[in-house]
């Protein structure tokens, strides 16, 4: 179930940062982070290009430069900003399934439930 993270040779001890996601990751609905709380770089936003590392985002540029909100300030910028892509580049994911609230547990994870009333 983990093959996705670890390779069959591997004599370490898996991290939490790797197992969460990989069991997760399994279920089609994306990837966990074990650090899901904003790093350094700031809260993420949609359009936002980054890496995962150690279980966190890390945010390095947003594609939306039209909007200051959306600006990564924590790193020099290399480069200059380039021109908006034209309409209709990008579409909308039309899944057949959306992620609906619930609970997504990992395999293994149970949830139970008790109930009891007492009467005096």
């Known amino acids: 179930m983990f093959k ?3 390779s069959e040779s591997s004599q370490d001890s898996p991290v939490p940062y790797t197992v969460y996601p ?3 990751f399994c279920l089609g609905l994306g990837y966990a982070l074990w650090h899901p709380e904003p790093h ?3 809260e993420p936003q949609i359009g ?3 890496y995962v590392s150690r279980g966190a985002f890390i945010r390095l540029f947003n594609i939306n430069t039209s909007k200051e909100d959306y600006a990564v300030t924590f790193w020099d910028a290399p480069f200059e900003p380039t021109d908006t892509l034209p309409e209709g ?3 909308a994911d039309r899944r057949h399934a959306p992620i609906a609230p619930d609970q997504y ?3 293994g994870v149970y949830r139970r439930e ?3 009333s007492v009467s005096v």
Do not use: A, N, P, Q
Request: proline content about 0%; aromatic content about 10%.
């Open 4 to 6: 996705l993270f670890r």
């Open 22 to 24: 990989s069991s997760l």
């Open 40 to 42: 350094e770089t700031g």
């Open 48 to 50: 936002d290009v980054g």
């Open 89 to 91: 580049v990008f579409r």
């Open 105 to 107: 547990r990992s395999r």
């Open 114 to 116: 008790t109930s009891g």
